[in-house]
């Protein structure tokens, strides 16, 4: 009983020192309710205007700067999901064939099989973006040369930028349409040029970019340095046929090499059956005749890449 006192009266200190504070502070409960509430009516009446922005956010990740090079960014949610289907597709395809040769490698087939799906979708879309952006860059000197009369003619750069989003050929008249949105909407000029060149990889379109800058920056004619800039291109254009008729050959000897042993192959089987279906049969053969086409798919891509010059 005598260990509890100490216990009781720490209880009774605390539960008076509360309603001390307590009693202190109902005097000025009232006024500080009141304050408070004209405080709030005196923030929502001066409640700054958020600022809006007229911009949408754009995605930076890989999948995002693909398909903005191929034209489809507009696409995205749907090209995510064919993307998952084709990681799942190529798994599939990977495990039918294992299953095929042997069932009980299927399931190890089918996560092999998860990143070739990814890649030849990526593939797909990376072969759709080169195509794009060769088009735009072969639509670069008729572009210039817009630009250069329209100039000499003392049209403002903002009204070239409008011409060519009307007249100009698809797709660079696309992209040019959207940079033009984004400067009336009020993007800064040269923001907006440079999100064209990251939607326009060809180095010539950076090159107009940086004459532009230059001369907004330090002044001059403008005009000249596009119209030489056209020069420049076509003389490129010529170099880049005169190299793709110097390797032709070579091109058409790598194909015709890479495709030779399955043309082989596939004679040997529709003539003499009974000669390569033991082969065909052994288990090991079936590895080796797997890891044979691997390699040779590597050997062909290696001669294309020796035979093909970027200028």
Not at 257 to 263: D, T, W
């Amino acid at each position: 009983m005598a260990t509890s006192i100490p216990i009781i009266v720490f209880f009774i200190i605390l539960l008076g020192g509360v309603l001390l504070i307590a009693a202190s502070q109902s005097g000025f409960s009232g006024e500080l309710t009141r304050l408070s509430k004209q405080q709030n009516k005196f923030k929502s009446k001066t409640k700054p205007t958020e600022e809006i922005n007229l911009f949408v956010t754009q995605r930076t990740n890989f999948l995002a700067t693909l398909l903005d090079t191929a034209g489809l960014e507009n696409q995205y949610d749907k090209m995510k999901m064919y993307w998952g289907l084709s990681i799942f597709g190529g798994g599939l395809i990977f495990a039918g064939g294992c299953a095929y040769m042997s069932p009980m490698l299927a399931p190890i087939a089918f996560f092999f099989g998860l990143p070739f799906g990814g890649y030849g979708f990526i593939f797909a879309l990376k072969k759709i973006a080169k195509n794009r952006q060769a088009k735009m860059t072969a639509q670069l000197p008729q572009i210039l040369e817009t630009m250069v009369s329209s100039l000499r003619a003392g049209s403002p750069i903002i009204e070239v930028f409008k011409l060519l989003s009307e007249t100009a050929p698809e797709p660079i008249r696309g992209e040019f349409k959207r940079g033009l949105v984004s400067l009336q909407l009020g993007k800064p000029f040269r923001e907006s040029l440079k999100e064209m060149s990251l939607r326009i990889k060809a180095a010539d379109f950076r090159l107009l970019i940086t004459a532009i800058f230059i001369s907004q920056d330090v002044g001059g004619n403008l005009a000249d340095v596009i119209a030489e800039i056209a020069d420049a291109i076509r003389e490129r254009f010529k170099l880049r046929d005169y190299m793709d008729s110097l390797t032709s050959q070579g091109k058409a000897t790598a194909m015709f090499i890479g495709s030779l042993p399955y043309f082989i192959t596939l004679l040997t089987y529709t003539m003499a059956p009974n000669y390569i279906m033991p082969f065909l049969n052994n288990f090991f053969a079936r590895i080796a005749l797997a890891v044979f086409v691997i390699w040779e798919l590597i050997g062909f891509y290696i001669l294309m890449k020796m035979t093909t010059f970027e200028v």
